[in-house]
């Protein structure tokens, strides 16, 4: 019995130092799937989802799934440094629980908890210590391990919510070029009305910066998807795919726009799309049809009303086709796994964007 308990805590406590190393540490996507983290997240976040659609308001369901990624991080530290406490707690007790305690009856389990925790979290309190030498041994390293898990945890947040905000700073620009929620036509159609379709190409440049961002802050740091955005009808998700969905318009052929610089913009926000939904364990799934002939041809009546004058031939149509199977299934399976929903092609009706509305103006109207 002693031999297992040793085997289980050396186990509890490798297992978590990896993990957190992995989580925290180390800059690049881990494949491999068994990983306390990864179980931990995917447990949760079904548990979680599955109470947010018991909540039939939207307002009300999006502020539940928000609290998610923040709390979820809470939960993980709590795990880790549980796991390590019962760990060396566990360590303790293969070796005969060697600890005096104030009162001078013999230790049990529970004294080794407690003398574990107080070890870990720095207390010191001195009512229970260690007499042998290797307790003395095993105290000391769980104190520094102890240490430096709490100050990689300071460290480890100030990080996650820089990446959110480098997120989230482009992601509210695009209020004003697409509208809320964004759509892509909705961009062409504003830039023709205000006859600064020029402006595309700078457009696609900024958002393709904002791709690599995403993708390279996402696979480093996976718990910021689950972050949701501060303002509603906005989502990282439906960002992406208004930037798929435009470039892959331009890619079709637009009269005045570059085609090489939407090539450009589509292959890495295809790139991000495709590997973070291996990162998030989001399986593609074909949706419905986004853009079905009927809706295509009016959008292009739109688009020719904003002066914006789209190849309607049938090879343009095969092109824009083919792109978006290329990317469509992989947005889907984001969206279907993070509940964030996909954009739409195109506004039928004008409605306001987020910067236009104000709930108190509103409730005086």
């Known amino acids: ?83 390590l406490v019962f760990g060396f707690a566990a360590l303790h007790w293969s070796i005969g629980s060697q ?60 990080v996650l919510y820089q990446s959110f905000s480098r997120r989230e700073v482009q992601l509210t620009l695009l209020d004003a070029w697409a509208g809320s929620p964004p759509a892509a036509a909705e961009v062409l159609r504003r830039l023709g009305e205000a006859g600064e379709l020029k402006r595309l190409d700078a457009f696609l440049e900024h958002w393709e910066r904002w791709c690599s961002e995403i993708l390279e802050g996402h696979i480093s740091y996976p718990i910021v998807a ?10 990282w998700v ?52 986004r853009l079905p002939d009927e809706a295509l041809e009016r959008m292009f009546q739109q688009l020719d009303t904003a002066g914006i004058r789209a190849n309607r031939s049938v090879a343009a149509a095969a092109t824009l086709r083919e792109l978006r199977r290329s990317y469509e299934p992989y947005v889907s399976g984001l969206a279907r796994a993070l509940m964030m929903p996909l954009p739409a092609w195109w506004r039928e009706q004008p409605r306001r964007d987020n910067w236009q509305t104000s709930p108190r103006r509103d409730a005086h109207l």
């Open 99 to 158: 600890l005096v305690t104030i009162s001078g009856r013999p230790a049990v389990f529970i004294d080794d908890v407690y003398m574990s925790g107080t070890t870990f979290f720095t207390l010191g309190l001195g009512d229970v210590h260690p007499v042998s030498r290797i307790a003395q041994l095993l105290t000391v390293t769980e104190a520094g391990i102890g240490f430096g898990f709490l100050a990689i945890v300071i460290a480890y947040f100030p």
């Open 238 to 289: 439906s960002a992406l795919t208004t930037v798929l969905d435009v470039s892959a318009l331009a890619i079709a052929g637009i009269d005045g726009v570059s085609a090489w610089r939407a090539r450009v913009t589509f292959a890495i926000a295809r790139h991000a799309a495709v590997d973070l939904s291996q990162v998030l364990g989001a399986r593609p799934e074909a949706s419905g049809d």
């Open 1 to 83: 019995m002693r031999l297992l308990s040793l085997l289980a805590g050396v186990g509890a406590i490798a297992t978590v130092l990896w993990d957190a190393f992995e989580t925290v540490v180390l800059p690049r996507t881990v494949t491999r799937s068994l990983r306390l983290a990864r179980l931990y997240f995917r447990a949760t976040w079904r548990i979680w989802t599955r109470l947010a659609q018991r909540v039939a308001a939207d307002n009300r369901r999006e502020r539940i799934l928000a609290v998610y990624g923040p709390l979820s991080l809470v939960g993980l530290l709590g795990v880790w440094a549980v796991a």
């Open 226 to 235: 689950f972050f949701r955005s501060q303002h509603q009808k906005q989502s």
